[in-house]
């Protein structure tokens, strides 16, 4: 079946230090989302990316969409204790509304 | 806050019986997706409603069903409850059913079944 793959599962950084979260898609998505999740909550959308090769930025955060619309990643430069939290990608394969959300990468952000 | 609410927050129900969890969609939006959580994954897509109707459902049995009013609120009825339903159930509404909306999260439904 259709699934959508996050590297890595877990991440530690110390406070300052960058992070990167991968999202692979077994097939081709029409858009691709990013949720924030913090421990006990609910996602919390962050940013959606449409077009092949797209790149966007959000103040420490870039977003990345690929050129087949089949992986995306998610960049953070100088980690917060603020960014501590679960990052999950999420998009529709082509021709459905069926958002299918990948496997997650859980940060945490030692001070 | 998104203006997505779910009730009840918490539920905790016996092998077999049925459950009927409520969402109430943000003001202005005419679409609610249903999502079950399984403690450490991703959140799974059940179905989704649009206007009313059904508008696409993932990987579900039939015993998980659901209802979207004339208001846009909606209901997720599951039967025959089983072990591995115990879950977070999180209801998301966006501005329509099209592509690239932006889904707003309720803070879902916890719901144990022992």
């Known amino acids: 079946g259709q699934q959508v793959m996050q590297i890595p599962q877990y991440q530690h950084v110390q406070e300052g230090e960058d992070f990167t979260t991968y999202c692979n898609s077994s097939?081709?998505?029409?858009?691709i989302q990013w949720y924030k999740q913090r421990p006990g909550g609910h996602p919390v959308f962050l940013i959606q990316l449409v077009k092949s090769g797209e790149v966007k930025k959000q103040k420490r955060l870039t977003f990345q969409f690929g050129e087949a619309k089949k992986n995306s990643s998610l960049h953070i430069t100088a980690t917060q204790t603020t960014d501590v939290g679960t990052y999950f990608c999420?998009?529709?394969?082509?021709?459905?509304?069926?958002?299918?959300f990948g496997t997650g990468t859980r940060l945490k952000v030692l001070a | 806050e998104t203006g997505v609410t779910q009730s009840p927050t918490h539920l905790i129900k016996t092998r077999g019986q049925q459950v009927t969890l409520r969402c109430s969609s943000q003001?202005?939006?005419?679409?609610v997706s249903w999502y079950q959580q399984a403690l450490g994954q991703g959140p799974q897509f059940i179905f989704q409603y649009y206007r009313e109707e059904e508008n696409g459902r993932g990987n579900f049995p039939p015993r998980f069903s659901g209802l979207q009013f004339p208001n846009y609120s909606s209901e997720l009825n599951v039967n025959a409850l089983e072990l591995d339903d115990s879950a977070l159930y999180l209801c998301?509404?966006?501005?329509?059913?099209?592509?690239?909306?932006?889904?707003?999260f309720g803070p879902g439904t916890r719901l144990t079944v022992t």
């Open positions: 097939t081709t998505l029409s858009n």
């Open positions: 998301a509404s966006s501005s329509d059913r099209g592509l690239g909306r932006e889904q707003y």
């Open positions: 999420a998009g529709p394969p082509s021709g459905t509304y069926k958002y299918i």
């Open positions: 003001s202005g939006h005419n679409t």
